[in-house]
Nanobody, 120 residues
Framework: QVQLAESGGGLVQAGGSLRLSCAAS????????MGWFRQAPGKEREIVGT????????YYTDSVKGRFTISRDKAKNTVYLQMNSLKPEDTAVYYC?????????????WGQGTQVTVSS
């Protein structure tokens, strides 16, 4: 059982920056990877990026590559999403998720989300 809590969302101007945080608690000893997802109203949830927990290897979807950076602090069980050069199309609820074990594929634990709104 892993519990996730996102924070750091808000309202920003286009071109601005935000840093989201996701703190994990519970049975984190076997955590394999963390991911960031987002969902705009009326649209399906999409992946933003992922980071492996042990090695810190990252993946980003093309639409955010070069603008967003995922990092983690293993000692704090926390993953971050640094968002720069924000665009109105980045407006969405952002969720963090955890793949809790290497033995089972998929992200099994999810946070409740934090709203990011980018004005033009």
């Amino acid at each position: 059982q892993v519990q996730l809590a996102e924070s750091g969302g808000g309202l920003v101007q286009a071109g601005g920056s935000l840093r989201l945080s996701c703190a994990a608690s519970g049975s984190t000893f076997s955590m394999y990877a963390m991911g960031w997802f987002r969902q705009a109203p009326g649209k399906e949830r999409e992946i933003v990026g992922t980071i492996s927990w042990s090695g810190g290897i990252t993946y980003y979807t093309d639409s955010v590559k070069g603008r967003f950076t995922i990092s983690r602090d293993k000692a704090k069980n926390t993953v971050y999403l640094q968002m720069n050069s924000l665009k109105p199309e980045d407006t969405a609820v952002y969720y963090c998720a955890a793949r809790t074990t290497a033995l089972v594929a998929g992200f099994g634990s999810w946070g409740q989300g934090t709203q990011v709104t980018v004005s033009s």
